[in-house]
């Protein structure tokens, strides 16, 4: 059972099978009886270890191509669990631009810890060398970035983390799984709002990480059982119930990013489109190196001529709001939203201006969701 398709829907093993269930039986015990003293089943305290979310995490490491996936209670749970495998003193560089969340807990939490952090603008992997310094111990990166899309090279930076004996995380969001597995490229630890792709229905908060080394995997066990930043049962269930239907959400909202990105590039009210799929692309080539798809995200920027919020609040079947990746089509206003708590003189320099627009298309109808764009770009004139 090795092609992705299948995995999604029979993936997750369960181990603790009492009736031969088709589904994934949600386990609400807080604790596990021991045997004997001297004797239990493997299952002590549900932080520690639950049989749903076992369940869930083995999918996921079958997904990743790793050794070892946790699940968390939040993307962000599991990005602060990543970066807890530093240490005070440490320094990580933030290559190309983050998600808002990710930048904030490096700035408002771990730097309290002595954690530090620089975001590294790069056009190239061997942009980071100068800034490997001797207190450099990590790379966490986006690819494509959030908002901007633009791809990083994954080969080229872990290349260079290896040289230099770096920790390589990369956020997998916007790409999910089903369309890019960093894991098999190199890179030591994926994380994932699970929130986005992977639940897919806009109804639950989750997070993964995935490792491909059992000591990685143990230090990350270790931090998930005493941050205690877990998922819970119930929206571990959930989650395995999403994932079964990844593949097909994710191709039709494929095709939609890339039909719409085709028709934006044609509208005088737009002026450039982010989008790896279309082959004016600075990152295409890049792209199609490393993952399977283009993925289903895209940005564009108006023209200085119209007018971001009319535009937003003159569309009828895209949701105005601050996710991505579920069946409905979103879309959003990331220098005011998703990545406002990033100064202003950052967001210049990585590409997020006011004018910038995010769109995470759902699996509507192709036609109606371009013309929902078109309309509503016509009332956006100032
Ligand atoms: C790229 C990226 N990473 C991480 C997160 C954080 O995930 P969560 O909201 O599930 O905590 C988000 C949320 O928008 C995101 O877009």
Redesign the pocket.
Same mark, same amino acid.
């Given at each position: 059972m090795s092609k992705l398709d299948t995995l999604l829907v029979h993936g997750a093993n369960d181990k603790v099978s009492y009736a031969r269930e088709v589904n994934v039986p949600i386990y609400l015990t807080a604790t596990f009886e021991q045997k004997s003293f001297e004797d239990h089943t493997g299952y002590g305290y549900a932080r520690g270890n639950n049989p749903t979310r076992e369940s869930l995490e083995y999918l996921i490491k079958e997904l990743e191509g790793g050794k070892r996936a946790f699940a968390f209670a939040?993307?962000?749970?599991a %990005?602060s669990a990543a970066l807890s495998l530093f240490s005070a003193g440490d320094k990580v560089l933030v290559a190309g631009m @983050?998600?808002g969340? %990710?930048y904030g807990v490096l700035k408002s939490v771990f730097a309290g810890f002595g954690l530090r952090f620089e975001l590294v603008e790069l056009d190239r992997a061997e942009d980071l060398v100068p800034h490997i310094t001797e207190d450099v111990k990590g790379i966490f990166f986006?690819t494509p970035v959030?908002p901007t899309l633009k791809v990083n090279d994954i080969r080229g930076i872990v290349k260079i983390a290896k040289e230099h004996s770096l920790l390589t995380i990369v956020?997998n !969001?916007?790409m999910s799984p089903f369309a890019q597995r960093p894991l098999e490229l190199g890179v030591d630890v994926v @994380?994932?709002?699970? !929130?986005?792709y992977l639940g897919g229905h806009s109804d639950i908060?989750?997070?993964i990480a995935a490792v491909n080394d059992e000591q990685l995997g143990e230090r990350l066990h270790m931090i998930q059982a005493l941050q205690g930043g877990i998922l819970q049962p119930f929206d571990a269930y959930q989650l395995i119930r999403s994932i079964k239907t990844l593949g097909v959400r994710v191709r039709q909202q494929t095709h939609n990013a890339y039909e719409i990105a085709k028709y934006l590039e044609t509208d005088p009210a737009v002026k450039i489109v982010h989008y790896p799929g279309l082959e004016s692309d600075p990152g295409y080539e890049l792209q199609r190196s490393q993952a399977d798809s283009a993925g289903a995200m895209l940005s564009f920027e108006l023209d200085d001529q119209y007018c971001p919020a009319k535009f937003l609040d003159s569309l009828h079947i895209f949701t105005l709001g601050?996710?991505?990746g579920g069946v409905e089509s979103l879309i959003g206003h990331p220098a005011t939203t998703?990545h406002r708590g990033i100064p202003e003189e950052d967001r210049a320099k990585f590409g997020i201006s006011d004018l910038l627009i995010r769109v995470s298309p759902g699996i509507e109808d192709t036609e109606e969701l371009i013309a929902d764009l078109a309309q509503a770009l016509r009332l956006a004139k100032k």
């Open positions: 939040s993307g962000m749970a %990005t @983050v998600y969340g %990710t986006e959030n956020d !969001t916007f @994380v994932e709002s699970a !929130t986005k908060i989750a997070g601050a996710s991505l998703s």
